[in-house]
């Protein structure tokens, strides 16, 4: 099969994933499924993995390369271990990210993401930047009729982790209240829909691209700003004091010192963006008694909550997409921000 490797970490990304003929995934076990990948989204975090970022986490005894990436995945079941009976050949699934065990305490009380042994595709095994992958049943969610998995693929990711946040700040959030999303990318355009079906409260997105502008207005963004200078006294401004909760899905270049700034007292942070270092005085933590605490991707459940509103057409994925053989483009346009939303790589 085709499948586009990493061989070499380059904290200055100059270094590109090489398309070449590997042997196929074949089932080992019995609870394993081999997925034929009919798409798989293109993530802020493998660009992460090729600058070494997550070399410590997933890669601690410097052995994984030559290695496939792709943690974002869905297509259609290929083959199924003998002891798989929820899905079978040709059914069309998308996949949650991490493959939990459920049997560990984490995963009996539902924490997928908790997992005392779970595995990632595409983060420390291979992944879906392929034609076909391996994952594990308890990972499958059949696709609702009419969808398609090039239309979600994103969402196994991008998607549940941008839900889980606005999940955690519709919590927070009644009508009256003010929601600010930094970034209007491939996580933060899900958020605001999820945002304006959940939650009661007021939203504003905030994004220096025109084009993510315009799309957070089209999704229903009460106010769209810029993000310039005098965005903290902007937002204070409109807010009356400061935003309810924020979710930043940046988290690095200077936002994440920009961020708790936006909060009014006793407001609160949800980090979903990395890679900076927040710096906040004990004064103002305590003074303002805001909160602040991160988010990691989703829970199975959570998937599965996201994906029913994909049916109903309330929550789309607004992406781009390019064929496997292009892979280095999408990598170098993403980087570049030429597309808004998510890429999607189709073998």
């Not at 992958?133 to 982790?161: H, Y």
């Not at 491939?186 to 009661?200: D, F, N, T, V």
């Not at 010192?257 to 942070?269: A, F, S, T, V």
Request: charged share 20%.
């Amino acid at each position: 099969m085709k499948a586009a490797r990493l061989y070499e970490y380059d904290p200055a990304m100059n270094v590109e994933l090489k398309i070449e003929d590997v042997p196929p995934p074949t089932i080992t076990a019995p609870n394993e499924v081999v997925v034929k990948v009919g798409a798989a989204g293109l993530c802020r975090t493998d660009l992460h993995i090729i600058e070494g970022v997550w070399k410590d986490i997933m890669d601690t005894q410097g052995s994984l390369l030559p290695y496939v990436m792709g943690h974002e995945n869905a297509g259609w079941v290929e083959d199924v271990g003998s002891a798989v009976t929820s899905v079978k050949p040709g059914d069309a699934v998308i996949c949650h990210p991490f493959q939990s065990c459920g049997i560990c305490l984490n995963c009996r009380y539902g924490h997928d993401m908790y997992c005392d042994h779970g595995t990632f595709p595409g983060l420390g095994i291979d992944g879906g930047f392929a034609e076909y992958f391996k994952t594990s049943e308890s990972s499958l969610i059949k696709l609702n009729t009419g969808i398609t998995p090039l239309s979600v693929a994103p969402m196994a990711d991008a998607g549940i982790t941008a839900y889980r946040a606005a999940k955690k700040a519709a919590r927070l959030s009644y009508p009256g209240s003010w929601t600010v999303l930094l970034g209007i990318g491939g996580l933060g355009h899900i958020a605001l829909q999820c945002l304006k079906h959940i939650s009661g409260g007021r939203v504003i997105a905030v994004d220096r691209e025109p084009a993510a502008q315009k799309l957070a207005k089209d999704l229903g963004a009460d106010v769209v700003l810029d993000g310039g200078p005098d965005l903290i006294e902007q937002v204070k401004d409109i807010t009356g004091g400061g935003a309810h909760v924020v979710i930043d899905f940046v988290g690095e270049l200077g936002v994440e010192n920009i961020c708790w700034k936006l909060l009014r007292q006793g407001g609160e942070l949800i980090m979903v963006g990395y890679g900076g270092k927040i710096e906040i005085p004990t004064l103002d933590l305590v003074a303002n008694e805001i909160k602040i605490g991160g988010s990691l991707v989703g829970d199975y459940i959570e998937l599965v909550e996201l994906m029913e509103l994909n049916a109903d057409g309330k929550v789309m994925m607004h992406q781009t997409e390019y064929k496997l053989a292009n892979i280095n483009q999408a990598i170098d346009d993403f980087k570049n921000r030429r597309f808004t939303g998510r890429g999607v790589i189709v073998p």
